[in-house]
């Protein structure tokens, strides 16, 4: 809750409300559009990945933790995924050590294993467990090597200890989905000889949320969503199915850095999930916006065939 919030139990006049942007009648609006979402969720689970400037930015952590724990309220199951390459980067760097990436990747040799281990599991983590908790103790960090939860194996020798999932033990994020906790799962995994691994965090969503046959797996990204053209936001894709998106990939509509997130999320789907979703992680409540909404405000991506023009969150 925002400081400008009243505190539960305090009433506001119409004109408060008025003098905020927001009447009466639209706060009443707004409830009611989320109802129907709001039934049609409750039960399933989202897997919401976590990162870009919404992670490093206080207020946009404050609200996403507010929105995570909301969506628990209405009785949905969010499970949370981070990373956390530019804290890693930032230690590193006080620690005398220069960062390289290969293929976009970080290579990652035992003293930047150890680093992203701290880094994701003993502070990103427990920085996104604390925002959660302010509001209840709903949330328990975890990572990847937690009860076997994400099996890796080497990628390639020259990027040293970073992996791919091979396995995802879902046990673990069951029990606790089953108590009304709230998993906030750090992006490291281990082998079968519980050697640990960094790994990309968006791919471990997608991996999770194929595993759990999640209603949702949601991106928060630095971008509006799926652009056609990065440097154009009003390019910006409502809703595409895979085979669309693997066309935008062969003829380079799709390119760089957003290769990556386009891959988990067709991964997702592919594996399970039933729809993945970009967001533009800059705006607050934009989590809400997409699932309680009518219109939406990201991209939405199905295995379904649909049109790229077309919107809609269910």
């Known amino acids: 809750m925002s400081e400008s919030s009243p505190k539960p139990g305090v009433r506001e006049s119409s004109e408060v409300l008025a003098d905020r942007g927001y009447s009466p009648e639209q706060r009443t609006e707004a409830l009611i559009e989320a109802l129907p979402y709001i039934q049609q969720f409750r039960g399933s689970v989202v897997v919401v990945k976590f990162g870009g400037n919404a992670m490093i930015d206080p207020d946009l952590s404050r609200t996403f933790a507010e929105d995570i724990v909301l969506l628990r309220s209405v009785g949905l199951k969010p499970v949370v995924v981070h990373g956390g390459g530019p804290q890693i980067g930032e230690l590193l760097a006080r620690l005398g050590k220069e960062s390289e990436f290969k293929n976009g990747l970080r290579v990652t040799d035992a003293e930047t294993l150890d680093v992203a281990r701290m880094v994701l599991v003993g502070k990103v983590g427990r920085d996104i467990v604390g925002q959660i908790n302010i509001h209840g103790a709903y949330a328990v960090g975890m990572s990847g090597e937690d009860g076997g939860l ?125 729809a993945a979703h970009m967001l533009d992680g800059r705006r607050p409540h934009v989590l809400l916006l997409e699932l309680f909404t009518n219109s939406g405000i990201g991209t939405k991506i199905t295995t379904g065939h649909s049109a790229t023009s077309s919107k809609g969150n269910s």
């Open 150 to 274: 994400i099996t890796v194996v080497p990628r390639d020798p020259e990027l040293g200890f970073v992996g791919d999932i091979v396995k995802v033990d879902t046990g673990l994020i069951e029990r606790l989905l089953a108590e009304d906790l709230i998993p906030v799962v750090s992006s490291i995994g281990s082998d079968g000889n519980g050697q640990a691994y960094n790994i990309n965090a968006d791919t471990a969503a997608g991996a999770l949320a194929g595993a759990l046959d999640a209603e949702k797996v949601v991106y928060l990204t630095d971008v509006p969503g799926l652009l056609t053209d990065i440097d154009d936001p009003t390019s910006l894709v409502a809703s595409a199915t895979v085979p669309e998106l693997r066309a935008f990939i062969a003829d380079g509509t799709i390119a760089g850095g957003m290769v990556p997130k386009v891959d988990s999320c067709i991964e997702a789907v592919e594996a399970g999930a039933t």
